[in-house]
């Protein structure tokens, strides 16, 4: 099945700086990748998804990447701010049996002031 | 609109008791998941349905708990008996179908003593 590897566990930015978080995943077959921020005792709020069917979309200060040929994503978060920190979890649905959802171990962004 | 409802947001039991948590998804989605979320193992699938039909029943997981889900309104999740490593934050999410991300509740936490 689908394994989604979350390349950094922890990022310090300075606020106004870009934050990148980067993951991969092992089934090319997938098509489906969400992002999600989960802030302290809450749980995951979704904040922007892409589809296989292209490489780069964007909301506001997030911009997401995909490049099927590495099987790599990433979330750029532009103008970084301090409500920005809290920890980011990206998926991929897998599409090799019954379309659950795998998800990376999570990256604590941290906004520096 | 109504978002994911978990209840009760906080659990304590004592070993060996039996608790059953409570999830609402949003009205009309019909994919529902179950995760366990802890700091070591990050976000683990208990349970997934689709329809009302059991999909996923998180293998590892089969024999002290089970997910069911009576009506495309309601689910719930019964540990029993519990043990001190079920303390964990138990999410619930549901979602509209493919390519629609997971909404996720604000979580059960349980302790386990």
């Known amino acids: 099945g689908e394994k989604v590897e979350q390349h950094e566990s922890t990022l310090s930015v300075r606020e106004g700086d870009s934050a990148v978080i980067n993951c991969t995943y092992t089934?090319?077959?997938?098509?489906?990748f969400p992002w999600y921020k989960q802030e302290a005792g809450k749980g995951l709020h979704f904040v922007i998804d892409i589809r296989s069917n292209v490489d780069r979309k964007q909301s506001q200060r997030l911009i997401v990447l995909l490049d099927k040929k590495a099987k790599r994503f990433s979330l750029h978060i532009t103008a970084t701010q301090p409500e920005d920190s809290a920890i980011y979890f990206c998926?991929?649905?897998?599409?090799?049996?019954?379309?659950?959802?795998?998800f990376g171990a999570g990256t604590r962004l941290k906004v520096i002031a | 609109d109504a978002g994911v409802t978990q209840t009760p947001r906080h659990e304590v039991a004592e070993k060996g008791q039996t608790i059953i948590l409570k999830c609402e998804p949003v009205s009309g989605h019909n994919d529902l998941f179950w995760y366990r979320q802890t700091k070591i193992q990050g976000l683990e699938l208990l349970s997934y349905?689709?329809?009302?039909?059991?999909?996923?029943d998180g293998g590892a997981f089969k024999d002290r708990f089970k997910a069911e889900m009576l009506n495309s309104s309601f689910s719930t999740l019964k540990i029993q008996p519990t043990e001190p490593k079920d303390s964990a934050v138990y999410l619930c999410?549901?979602?509209?179908?493919?390519?629609?991300?997971?909404?996720f509740g604000e979580g059960t936490r349980l302790s386990v003593l």
């Open positions: 089934d090319t077959a997938s098509s489906y």
């Open positions: 999410a549901s979602s509209a179908g493919h390519n629609q991300a997971p909404l």
């Open positions: 349905f689709r329809s009302k039909s059991l999909m996923e």
């Open positions: 998926a991929a649905r897998d599409n090799t049996g019954n379309y659950k959802y795998v």
